[in-house]
């Protein structure tokens, strides 16, 4: 019985550690190293929340709005991690890193088959949400994606703009 559970034990940590490669993270962070003195939270949604990730079984959504250099990078990628340690399948990408790799997907006849594999994505982050702006062709990329998460996955925006200028990252070239 001892060998069994070793066994099963084993085989946890391995998929694991494949969750957090495939996921892509920059770097390794956990919520244990953050600090929350410049975060507020809305009413209706707690640390709690955000460190159980509650909102993920749920397929609901997160934005991680501020200035830069208060961490929300770090609390996206706590939240990655943590996603993967509990079983989830994670893909981090910063906004340019994922229109890029779609438009690249496109033009090689790939798009579906990527497309298809964030499908399968329990949670998905997008860092530096409007960081830069997005062509037309990029914009209607990533809109698909987003529309393709729509009630099927949660999603994890990080973003210095407010939601009002969220229109102006989007070139109409």
């Known amino acids: ?19 957090i490669k495939r996921a892509g993270f920059p770097t390794y962070k ?3 190293e953050y600090s929350y003195h410049c975060v507020k939270f809305p009413p209706v949604f707690s640390r709690e929340e955000l460190e159980t990730l509650e909102f993920v079984p749920g397929k609901k959504n997160l934005v991680l ?9 770090h609390m996206a990628i706590a939240a990655g991690v943590k996603a993967c ?6 893909k981090f990408y910063t906004v340019t890193e994922l229109v890029l790799k779609l438009a690249e997907s496109r033009k090689n006849g790939t798009l579906e088959r990527l497309l298809r ?6 949670l998905l982050i997008l860092d530096e949400w409007g960081y830069v702006p997005v062509d037309k062709d990029g914009s209607q990329l990533l809109f698909r994606v ?3 998460s729509y009630e099927s996955k949660s999603l994890i925006l ?14 109409a070239r």
């Open 1 to 19: 019985m001892e060998l069994l559970q070793a066994e099963l034990t084993f085989r946890d940590e391995n998929r694991r550690k494949r969750l």
């Open 30 to 32: 956990t919520f244990e």
């Open 65 to 73: 709005y501020g200035p830069v250099g208060i961490g929300k990078t």
């Open 85 to 90: 340690n509990l079983g989830y399948k994670t």
């Open 117 to 122: 594999d964030l499908r399968s994505l329990d």
């Open 146 to 148: 987003i529309s393709d």
């Open 158 to 171: 990080t973003t210095n703009l407010e939601f009002s200028k969220w229109g102006g990252m989007h070139n």
